[in-house]
């Protein structure tokens, strides 16, 4: 799949526009292309409890899921420079349960599949095999 990568930086550039940062002053927008064809995105939003501060990729499956669900087949993610981030651990893992190891991902090394950032993730097959 060709992915419109424009699109979705431009999502996330905008996205990183309403980020609530008055802790770290660090402006995180994240965009995804659903399955179909939806795009949606999220941005970080903090707290003074600095723990309990949620990354942008946790309002971008928010927006996903409370928009109709799908699957995840693009993302990227931008800071408030326009500089494309690398998703957190975290969020990587977020990340896959909704869009699974094929999930194409744009980084600052490229385009790359998320099963290559986040190998031997833990998966709901782990649950699965658990219970047999
Ligand atoms: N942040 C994200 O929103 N996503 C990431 O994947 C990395 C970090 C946010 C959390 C915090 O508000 C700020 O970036 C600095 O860590």
Request: aromatic share 6%; hydrophobic share 35%.
């Amino acid at each position: 799949m060709t992915m419109d990568w424009t699109q979705l930086v431009t999502a996330a550039q905008e996205a990183a526009l309403r980020a609530y940062v008055p802790y770290s002053n660090y402006p995180v927008g994240a965009a995804a292309l659903v399955d179909d064809g939806r795009i949606v995105r999220g941005c970080n939003v903090e707290n003074a409890s600095y723990g309990l501060t949620l990354c942008a990729e946790c309002g971008l499956v928010s927006s996903l899921i409370s928009s109709g669900g799908g699957r995840l087949v693009g993302f990227t993610c931008v800071n408030g420079k326009h500089q494309i981030i690398t998703p957190c651990g975290r969020c990587r893992q977020l990340l896959m349960e909704h869009g699974g190891p094929s999930l194409l991902m744009l980084t600052p090394e490229g385009e790359c599949s998320l099963s290559d950032m986040l190998p031997q993730w833990f998966g709901s097959r782990d649950l699965q095999e658990y219970d047999d």
